[in-house]
Structures are given as structure tokens and as C-alpha cells.
């Protein structure tokens, strides 16, 4: 079946400018993640929605970074005022509902640059 | 809070040469640990997993066994091939966070 998708692939955005970057998770997964992966470092958690539950905001690192996610299906995050220190690949990752030894399937990521 | 620490790369081995990742966490209670692999222009993928001490998970030749006594996660492989090339993470999920926490990443590189 299909997999995680995200959309853009590359995006290259002028400093100060908003994006939105899409996801959309295998059909029926509960739990959505967003992670961000700088150059040539590990995958930083930035939030986590599970079903109608509020979302884990905290690891989104400035108030001009947010997501929503409508019911079970599609995640938008979006980036106000873009800087250069927000360039680097953004990951979406789902995964049938949540807790210990669940597998998240990790989505081809939105490599961002920002200029 | 909780971390996964994993030994820096690149990692440049030989064809058939043994390989060991070394990789230790910091967690309150038990988490479940993975290595997951992204291959050159591929996704992330998970590679295997442990869910509680002493579970060893295996894939692909591929081993790890969850030592809580040193808080260890090594990942381990007899013989490694030119396609075994990716980097490697380490990560690990914690039920009071419902996030995976990842390691820095170990590129390897294997050479005919």
C-alpha cells in the first residue's frame, strides 16, 4: 500500500518568507509526527498529534513554526518569517496509533532551504 | 531528559569486514530502542527493534541486543556489503514522551 508522502520534495524559500509543507500519512494511522533533520545531524522531535488529542507542541523551537492536522488524515506545518537556521529536510513520520515498540513509517522528507 | 548517544562516523570498512555501531541512551523507565537506516536518497527506514531488556533484534544480518545493565544498544554485523552503505540512528522510544529521541547518525561506507 502507499506509504507516508510529503509534499513539497524541495523547497527554496527567500528569509522572511511563510511555507507550508505537507503530509500525508498511511490510511488509518492514528499518530503523526513531524522531526526535523539539520545537515549531517539526527532527527530532532518538533510535534506529535494522536487522534482527536490535543497535540505535543513541545518540541517546536519558536512560535513561528506550527502544524494542524484535520481528524486523522492530512498535517500541514507551517514556518512564519523564515530564517536561514531553518533550512534542512523536514520529516513526517504516522504510525498505527502509539507506545512502546510501535513502528513509525517515516515519510521521504521536504528538504527546505532557506536563502 | 531522556538520550541516545552513537559513535560518530563515517565508519569505512572493507567488504565482509565486521562492523559494531556502538550506541548508549539515557532513559527514565524502559524504553523500546531502534536502529533505523537511510540509504543513500531513500527515506528513513526501521531496521530492527527491542522492546524490553535482554531482547535482541535482528534483520537483514543485522543484530542488537538491549542491554539495560550498560544501557547499550549496539548494532552489530558479521560481514558487511557494499550495499550495507547508509547512515545508521539510533533511537529510542519513551512511553511518557511518545516521541522517538535519535541519535546523531553514523555514516558508513563499505568498499569492495
Known amino acids: 500500500g502507499a506509504g507516508v508522502s510529503q509534499s513539497p520534495s524541495n523547497k527554496v524559500t527567500e528569509k522572511g518568507k511563510d511555507v507550508e509543507l505537507r503530509c500525508d500519512p498511511i490510511?488509518?494511522?492514528?499518530?503523526l509526527y513531524w522531526y526535523r533533520q539539520r545537515l549531517g545531524q539526527g532527527l530532532e522531535f518538533l510535534i506529535y498529534?494522536?487522534?482527536?488529542?490535543?497535540?505535543?507542541k513541545s518540541g517546536l523551537p519558536s512560535d513561528r513554526f506550527s502544524a494542524e492536522r484535520t481528524g486523522e488524515s492530512v498535517s500541514t506545518l507551517t514556518i512564519q518569517r523564515t530564517q536561514q537556521e531553518d533550512s534542512a529536510v523536514y520529516l513526517c513520520?504516522?504510525?498505527?496509533?502509539?507506545?512502546?515498540?510501535?513502528?513509525?513509517?517515516f515519510g521521504p522528507g521536504t528538504r527546505l532551504t532557506v536563502t | 531528559g531522556d538520550s541516545v548517544t552513537q559513535m560518530e562516523g563515517p565508519v569505512t570498512l572493507s567488504e565482509e569486514a565486521f562492523l559494531t555501531i556502538n550506541c548508549t541512551y539515557t532513559?527514565?523507565?524502559?524504553?523500546?530502542l531502534f536502529w533505523y537506516v537511510q540509504y543513500p536518497g531513500e527515506g528513513l527506514q526501521l531496521l530492527l527493534k527491542?522492546?524490553?531488556?535482554?531482547d535482541k533484534g535482528s534483520n537483514k544480518g543485522f543484530e542488537a541486543t538491549y542491554r539495560k545493565e550498560t544501557t547499550s544498544f549496539h548494532l552489530e554485523k558479521g560481514s558487511v556489503q557494499v550495499s550495507d552503505s547508509a547512515v545508521y540512528f539510533c533511537?529510542?522510544?519513551?512511553?511518557?514522551?511518545?516521541?522517538?529521541?535519535f541519535g546523531a547518525g553514523t555514516r558508513l561506507a563499505v568498499h569492495p
Open positions: 527491542a522492546t524490553k531488556a535482554d
Open positions: 532513559a527514565t523507565g524502559y524504553p523500546s
Open positions: 513520520a504516522s504510525s498505527l496509533g502509539t507506545g512502546l515498540g510501535v513502528e513509525q513509517y
Open positions: 490510511s488509518g494511522h492514528t499518530a
Open positions: 498529534f494522536q487522534g482527536n488529542s490535543a497535540p505535543d
Open positions: 533511537a529510542l522510544f519513551s512511553g511518557g514522551y511518545n516521541k522517538l529521541i
